[in-house]
């Protein structure tokens, strides 16, 4: 480090400029079109993992513990090109959107049983 203190310096304007370049690329109108596609195909998918919630919307399940290799690939192939906290919020929403459904199947129920 010391030997070449030259070489350190275009390291670090290079490590900073690399940086600075994934940041602009990820705020870019087309990765934020890409990424508001993928979030789509995401929480649909992951929705699907909920067995009384693909059952009842009439589609395929898909077992998070036996999952197939063409839906773990679809599933890699997203989450190779989103951030953890992207992943974390899509999968938090889809998670939101089944529980509202199933409040509402159950309320539903509830308005049946008193007619």
Request: aromatic share 10%; glycine share 0%; net charge positive.
């Amino acid at each position: 480090m010391f030997d070449n203190p030259k070489a350190w310096w275009r390291y670090a304007i290079s490590s900073i400029r690399d940086d600075v370049r994934k940041r602009l690329e990820r705020t870019s109108w087309k990765n934020n079109i890409n990424t508001a596609l993928m979030h789509k195909r995401y929480v649909k998918m992951w929705k699907l993992t909920d067995k009384e919630y693909a059952k009842k919307m009439k589609l395929k399940y898909i077992n998070a513990e036996k999952i197939l290799k063409k839906d773990k690939e679809k599933f890699q192939i997203m989450e190779d090109q989103l951030t953890i906290n992207e992943i974390m919020e899509f999968r938090q929403q889809a998670d939101d959107e089944v529980k509202l459904i199933k409040e509402e199947w159950k309320g539903k129920k509830h308005k049946k049983k008193k007619r």
